[in-house]
């Protein structure tokens, strides 16, 4: 079991995130994980980010505040436990247009990686 108080959750920074606080809570620096990460993020008033795409499904749920997500499709609010996933390759946004802090939790899994020699077979035969 690997366990990551809060209190202790590594900080990162990626690009293009303004006014926002971002810790991992498992995963990459946080410990070991073999499918997917977990971080939250912080929020404050006027936070946002870039719209942005990654390779990779991402999960989000809202654990204070209000949050929103922009696609292509349009704008939705999330609110305290509203959750939202947005497919690999689909562009979004986040911001925080109210005027109290925010806190989302964001699930994701790694890149899938090729098959080792060998592994590809094994995979085939499992489904």
């Not at 990459?28 to 390779?55: F, I, K, N, R, Y």
Request: aromatic share 6%; with cysteine.
């Amino acid at each position: 079991m690997n366990v990551t108080r809060f209190s202790e959750a590594p900080a990162y920074y990626p690009a293009n995130h303004f006014q926002m606080g971002c810790v991992r809570l498992q995963g990459h620096e946080a410990g070991p994980a073999d499918t997917l990460w977990l971080g939250v993020s912080t929020l404050e008033p006027g936070g946002h980010t870039t719209s942005d795409a990654s390779a990779v499904e991402k999960h989000y749920v809202v654990l204070e505040g209000e949050v929103t997500v922009v696609t292509d499709d349009g704008e939705t609010v999330l609110r305290k436990h509203d959750s939202c996933r947005l497919a690999p390759g689909e562009a979004r946004a986040l911001k925080n247009a109210s005027a109290a802090i925010a806190v989302i939790l964001l699930a994701m899994p790694y890149p899938s990686k090729a098959p080792k020699a060998g592994e590809a077979q094994a995979a085939v035969s499992t489904r």
